[in-house]
């Protein structure tokens, strides 16, 4: 599991989820970053910087991608390795996990604009060219799905595609090797991207574990990267339009019943909002 601070800051993994396994000195980082996001623009606010200090010294290799005004009076938001915290303007406490706000009953975390658009920037930052994509012709929603082929919960999500589909759902593959870069899993999955029908290949391996080796200029890497940016500890890893996730495994009738709700939800945030504003 990729460690961001010197205390687990993941989140636990859904029991629908295959784990990712412990990394040897080929699977951790040290591939290029995906250009999804800007850097953040230096800032003069003090706080800022107090908050950035403290955690470089809790890790001085974390990378924090975003620091912002938290909802929560006296806090920052700070994105880092995929996952939101709370830390104090002064740097002295960290909170991490859900934070409600009893009036709007919402955990401002997970609903909280910065991570949205972080999370959607890294997603929109991987070209569909380079996804392995089951879509029906007129789909309702797309789902991105950080997959991998020897997980037994991907098989299973794999093996209803034609469900998904039938609910309207269009379903974007990428690639997320668990068992680290390096490992016969990751060079597997290049395998798959590899080949000329990326489709059948990624079927056939998740139906029979028979990949035929390939080798050729690829994504696989770079889209465990985004993985790892995002977050992802564990495959399936399911990413809806608005870049919250959703999943671990969902049967194909909860799936579509889970982007319906974030689709009312977010059409009743549009109506509520002042004309003109977000």
Known sequence: MRRLLPFALLAGLSLTACAQQPQNAAGQAGTAKADAT????????????????ALKRLNPQVDVDYIGK????????VIAAGQLVYVSDDGKYLLQGSVVDINDRKDMMQSSPALSSYRQNLLKSIKTSDKIVFAPEHP????NVFTDIECGYCRKLHSQIAEYNKQGIAVEYLAWPRMGLGSQDHKDMISVWCAADRKQALTDAKTSGKVTPRDCTNP????????QRLGVNGTPAIFAPDGSQIGGYLPPAEMRAALDKLAAADATKAQASPAGMP
């Open 38 to 53: 800007p850097p953040q623009a230096a800032s003069n606010d003090p706080a800022d910087a107090k908050v950035r200090a």
């Open 70 to 77: 938290a909802p929560l009076p006296g806090f920052r938001e």
């Open 140 to 143: 309702k929603y797309t789902v």
């Open 220 to 227: 696989v890497t770079m889209e465990y990267d985004v993985g």
